[in-house]
């Protein structure tokens, strides 16, 4: 008889047993946690300082090739701007054969994404037709942040437009 009970009994974990691995999992699960977040922050400051380019190089070739904003006006200037979540673009037109900061006509406005804004102050930079000049004439530098950390658009006065991580253009 007493084989046959041995037969019978079943096996199992211990209390302690499912403890310790529920805890193991635990903390792994909390590690990789931690690192999927701190890596988020950076990837979406990148995506959104990759569409402010594209901004920017968009107003660039429509200096470039003279594109009418507006049927039936002599284009002048293509501005990007900028403040807080906010940018865009706003195209500018003669108005009786001269160039004035207005009239304006509103091509596009944006909103940054995920959390992510500019920092300092909203700002702005125009390109004249037909090259392209840029006003101001010097480089520019936009920062977007996130929870500390910074992603930089940079708009050169040569016309090179780019975007690094960190605070300052390289």
Not at 50 to 62: D, H
Not at 76 to 92: D, F, I, L, M, S
Not at 144 to 168: D, E, Y
Request: hydrophobic share 40%; net charge positive.
């Amino acid at each position: 008889m007493p084989e046959k009970i041995k037969k019978n009994i079943l096996r199992a974990y211990t209390l302690i047993e499912v403890v310790a691995v529920m805890a193991i999992i635990s903390i792994v699960s909390s590690v990789i946690l931690v690192n999927v977040r701190s890596s988020r922050i950076p990837r979406e400051l990148e995506s959104n300082a990759r569409l402010v380019v594209s901004v920017f190089r968009e107003a660039q070739n429509y200096a470039l090739t003279g594109h009418q904003g507006v049927v039936g006006t002599d284009p002048c200037g293509y501005e990007v701007w900028w403040n807080g979540v906010a940018y865009g673009t706003t195209y500018h037109y003669k108005s009786g054969g001269v160039c004035n900061p207005t009239p304006t006509f509103s091509l596009a406005a944006y909103t940054l994404q995920s959390g992510v804004s500019f920092s300092g102050a909203g700002s702005s930079v125009t390109f004249a037709p037909p090259h392209a000049v840029m006003n101001p004439t010097t480089d520019v530098t936009v920062t977007l942040t996130k929870a500390g950390s910074s992603h930089v658009v940079c708009v050169r006065a040569s016309g090179l437009i780019n975007n690094n991580a960190g605070a300052a253009c390289l």
